[in-house]
């Protein structure tokens, strides 16, 4: 069973930065799809970032140019730096991994922009 672990969320004033992080239990070498999503309240979640493989990662248009997907593969950690944070950035991010076994998400991890 595949289990990841988000964490890093916190309350920042606009402007600021986070950087969110994802712990898998298994190596990425057996993951087809890694990134984050993110709900806001009273919306749906929402793509915020993927790395497939085989191809490149994509970004949501709103979040293009402020953040930021890596990886450690050694660590089985996947990063989400997130700068010039908006209010419009307040959501629950999700780490989100899918592989042979089907999709596993992370418990979920808040992010609050507020002066």
């Known amino acids: 069973q595949v289990h990841v672990v988000d964490s890093g969320g916190g309350l920042v004033q606009p402007g600021g930065s986070l950087r969110l992080s994802c712990v898998a239990s298994?190596?990425?070498?057996?993951?087809?799809?890694l990134g984050w999503y993110r709900q806001a309240p009273g919306k749906q979640r929402e793509l915020v970032t993927m790395?497939?493989?085989?191809?490149?990662?994509n970004y949501a248009d709103s979040v293009k140019g402020r953040f930021t997907f890596s990886r450690d593969n050694v660590k089985r950690t996947a990063y989400l730096q997130m700068n010039s944070l908006k209010p419009e950035d307040t959501a629950v991010y999700y780490c989100?991994?899918?592989?042979?076994?089907?999709?596993?998400w992370g418990q979920g991890t808040q992010v609050t922009i507020s002066s």
């Open positions: 989100y991994v899918r592989t042979l076994a089907g999709e596993t």
């Open positions: 298994l190596s990425f070498a057996d993951i087809y799809a």
């Open positions: 790395l497939e493989s085989g191809g490149g990662i």
